[in-house]
């Protein structure tokens, strides 16, 4: 079992997440962060940290953001791991509201 990052995190990426993660199991590139599956140990400690309710338990990842699984096992191995909290991108903060958080 793994968690997923979904498409609320894309425009956003916030890191909140990666400030309490035990691994280095985020990865991000200039949009979004990406869980790598063999990394993380399913603690779930990212979850509430996310302002805006992007990372799922894989079991529990909403029917129509499935597709996010795959992803996130493709695209984190490629990228640099983020272990260090830092800024969203710009916009993060409108896009959160346009969220609805």
């Given at each position: 079992?793994?968690?997923?990052?979904?498409?609320?995190?894309?425009?956003?990426?916030?890191?909140?997440?990666?400030?309490?993660?035990?691994?280095?199991?985020?990865?991000?590139?200039?949009?979004?962060?990406?869980?790598?599956?063999?990394?993380?140990?399913?603690c779930g400690?990212?979850?509430?940290?996310?302002?805006?309710?992007?990372?799922?338990?894989?079991?529990?990842?909403?029917?129509?953001?499935?597709?996010?699984t795959a992803i996130n096992?493709?695209?984190?191995?490629?990228?640099?791991?983020?272990?260090?909290?830092?800024?969203?991108?710009?916009?993060?903060?409108?896009?959160?509201?346009?969220?609805?958080?």
């Amino acid at each position: 079992m793994t968690f997923v990052v979904t498409d609320n995190c894309k425009g956003c990426r916030f890191t909140d997440c990666v400030a309490v993660c035990p691994v280095d199991c985020f990865h991000g590139d200039d949009d979004m962060l990406y869980i790598d599956p063999a990394e993380c140990i399913d603690c779930g400690a990212c979850v509430p940290e996310c302002p805006v309710e992007a990372i799922f338990d894989e079991t529990q990842v909403p029917d129509n953001q499935k597709h996010w699984t795959a992803i996130n096992a493709e695209r984190s191995v490629a990228l640099p791991v983020i272990n260090v909290q830092g800024d969203p991108l710009p916009g993060a903060q409108e896009r959160k509201e346009k969220l609805g958080f």
